[in-house]
């Protein structure tokens, strides 16, 4: 069965540094995986997809990820926080077996501190 | 293009009371997922529906809740004699048709919740 491990519950880092939110996944078929970002009482937006094309997975707002199969990682990360950024971020897989559901992990919260 | 919209946006019930959550999708799609959010975690997976049919209801609690997604109108999350346990956001998404095969993914476009309060 597929599922996804967020490693951080919660993360805070400075504007301006580098933002890092850990994903790993385990999956027995060749995974789609994603990231998406709820701001406060908000609904949710896709930031990225990967879906077996290039493992360096541009997204919007400056983020981008990495897949590694090797290390069965999906890391989100940014070079540079803005305060714009402070929201819950879930990564998710979907299995290619069964794409009508996607499993999500439990969210990363990141702080941005002024 | 409007997006996925759900109504209420906060709904309130009593225990023992129903509630019923609505979902229109988005222009043009004719799938839609039903997911539940409760405080602190992330998004379970409830129900996925086509027009008039259930596809995948692996999610959905055996007792109290259902769904529809009629040929006319929104889908809707019925959920009856609602206890405290209930209380949490509802996510509904929707997608195109699949264009790729069974074993494609198509996005799914979120709207924003209902969040249920059972007093």
């Known amino acids: 069965a597929q599922s996804v491990t967020q490693l951080d519950s919660h993360v805070s880092v400075s504007e301006g540094t580098p933002v890092l939110l850990r994903c790993n996944y385990s999956?027995?078929?060749?995974?789609?995986l994603f990231w998406y970002v709820q701001h406060p009482n908000k609904g949710l937006q896709l930031l990225l997809k990967y879906t077996s094309a290039a493992t360096l997975v541009k997204g919007i707002n400056g983020f981008e990820a990495e897949f590694k199969k090797s290390e069965t990682s999906f890391h989100l990360t940014k070079p540079s926080a803005h305060m714009s950024d402070a929201a819950e971020y879930f990564c998710?897989?979907?299995?290619?077996?069964?794409?009508?559901?996607?499993?999500f992990g439990s969210g990363t919260r990141l702080s941005i501190r002024p | 293009n409007a997006g996925v919209m759900q109504n209420p946006r906060h709904l309130v019930r009593r225990r023992g009371q129903e509630a019923r959550l609505r979902c229109s999708p988005m222009?043009?799609?004719?799938?839609v997922y039903w997911y539940r959010q409760l405080p602190e975690e992330g998004l379970k997976f409830m129900v996925y529906?086509?027009?008039?049919?259930?596809?995948?209801e692996s999610g959905m609690p055996k007792e109290r809740f259902s769904a529809e997604f009629p040929k006319e109108g929104p889908s809707i999350l019925r959920i009856q004699q609602v206890v405290r346990g209930d209380s949490a956001a509802y996510f509904c998404a929707s997608s195109p048709p699949r264009a790729g095969g069974r074993s494609s993914y198509n996005e799914q476009f979120f709207g924003p919740g209902t969040r249920l309060t059972v007093l």
């Open positions: 998710v897989v979907s299995d290619s077996s069964s794409a009508s559901k996607i499993i």
């Open positions: 529906l086509q027009k008039e049919n259930i596809i995948d």
């Open positions: 222009k043009g799609h004719s799938h």
């Open positions: 999956s027995s078929y060749s995974p789609s």
